[in-house]
Antibody, heavy 117, light 111 residues
Framework: VQLVESGGGLVQPGGSLRLSCAVS????????MHWVRQATGKGLEWVSV???????YYSGSVKGRFTISRENAKNSFYLQMNNLRAGDTAVYYC????????????WGQGTTVTVSS | QSVLTQPPSVSAAPGQKVTITCSGS????????VSWYQQVPGTAPKLLIY???KRPSGIPDRFSGSKSGTSATLGITGLQTGDEADYYC????????????FGGGTKLTVL
């Protein structure tokens, strides 16, 4: 079971980035999938979730700017980030939520997003 | 400001026991399961406790979780130097909108 993020990088304020999370070792369609971020030296901040059925939820700090989506046939899910701000600078982790337990049981290694001019 | 409140740091000697508290409200901990995560700096978080008090396979029984009302506690017995890490509590919050929330994290130092 593995999650691998990609798509991070340096972007100017107001710009966009699309993060991807490629999964392997399990059937993506059966799981809710999350994005969680962590600014340098700070704690974990939940960003968004997409349910197995496609329902989506966002934290207040990203609602209206970020969009989470999934392509089960490609074993991938995504985070489209628009109108990026300096405060969005962080390591972004994708994580799996099992239907059998309450918790995020598998995490990727993270991808770094830096928003700066 | 995190929705869940944890002490910034705790410390204890090897072999001793330590507890880390996580304080929330009726809209999060009061109504939902709690999970705990261990994060060694520079690495991804790792699930330590799920469903408030259950351990994933491979997590030693030195780690335990409990909840009372709107607070949860992580206990670690027989402390080892390898337990030095940041620990985070997490749960669902369904007050204004549905989403997961985390505590601010607690740095454990094994003296």
């Amino acid at each position: 079971v593995q999650l691998v993020e990609s798509g991070g990088g340096l972007v100017q304020p107001g710009g966009s980035l699309r993060l991807s999370c490629a999964v392997s070792g399990f059937t993506l369609s059966n799981y809710d999938m999350h994005w969680v971020r962590q600014a340098t030296g700070k704690g974990l901040e939940w960003v968004s979730v997409i349910g197995a059925g496609g329902d989506t939820y966002y934290s207040g700090s990203v609602k209206g700017r970020f969009t989470i989506s999934r392509e089960n046939a490609k074993n991938s899910f995504y985070l489209q980030m628009n109108n990026l701000r300096a405060g969005d600078t962080a390591v972004y982790y994708c994580a799996r939520e099992s239907p059998y337990l309450d918790g995020l049981d598998v995490w990727g290694q993270g991808t770094t997003v830096t928003v700066s001019s | 400001q995190s929705v869940l409140t944890q002490p910034p740091s705790v410390s204890a000697a090897p072999g001793q026991k330590v507890t880390i508290t996580c304080s929330g409200s009726s809209s999060n901990i009061g109504k939902n399961y709690v999970s705990w995560y261990q994060q060694v700096p520079g690495t991804a978080p790792k699930l330590l406790i799920y469903d408030t008090n259950k351990r994933p396979s491979g997590i030693p029984d030195r780690f335990s979780g409990s909840k009372s009302g709107t607070s949860a506690t992580l206990g670690i017995t027989g402390l080892q130097t390898g337990d030095e890490a940041d620990y985070y509590c997490g749960t669902w919050d369904k007050s204004l909108s549905v989403g997961r929330v985390f505590g601010g994290g607690t740095k454990l130092t094994v003296l």
